[in-house]
Nanobody, 114 residues
Framework: VQLQAFGGGLAQPGGSLRLSCTAS????????MGWYRQAPGQQRELVAT???????NYRDSVKGRFTISRDNAKNTAYLQMNSLKPEDTAVYYC?????????WGQGTLVTVSS
C-alpha cells in the first residue's frame, strides 16, 4: 500500500489550500484517514481524522478553519484548509489506518507567509 499526498504549497495568511491523499495497492477498508503535521523543530501532531463512519476529530487550533473528508470509492482523503495562519506552516502527512496497520504518505509542505 502506498499513499501519495498532493496540494501543498505557498499561501498567504487568510488564504486556502486543499490537500489530498490517495492510497494505491491492496486496499480493503480504511478504518481511519487522518492528517498530521510537523513544523521545523517540533513533534508531529494530529491535525484531523475521519473514520469510516464519517466521525471527525480536529485539533483545537484548526477547528472551524479546516475540514477533513474522504471518498472511499477513490481511497482518498482531503483536507480543506481555510483562513490559514503562519503557524499552520508545516509538512503535512496523511495517515491511513487499515487492519491495525499505519500507512503514511510522503509529506507535503504547506507554507503560510505574506
Amino acid at each position: 500500500v502506498q499513499l501519495q499526498a498532493f496540494g501543498g504549497g505557498l499561501a498567504q495568511p487568510g488564504g486556502s489550500l486543499r490537500l489530498s491523499c490517495t492510497a494505491s495497492g491492496s486496499i480493503f477498508s480504511v478504518d481511519v484517514m487522518g492528517w498530521y503535521r510537523q513544523a521545523p523543530g517540533q513533534q508531529r501532531e494530529l491535525v484531523a481524522t475521519v473514520t469510516n463512519f464519517g466521525y471527525t476529530n480536529y485539533r483545537d487550533s484548526v477547528k472551524g478553519r479546516f475540514t477533513i473528508s474522504r471518498d472511499n470509492a477513490k481511497n482518498t482523503a482531503y483536507l480543506q484548509m481555510n483562513s490559514l495562519k503562519p503557524e499552520d506552516t508545516a509538512v503535512y502527512y496523511c495517515n491511513f489506518k487499515m487492519v491495525g496497520y499505519d500507512y503514511w504518505g510522503q509529506g507535503t509542505l504547506v507554507t503560510v507567509s505574506s
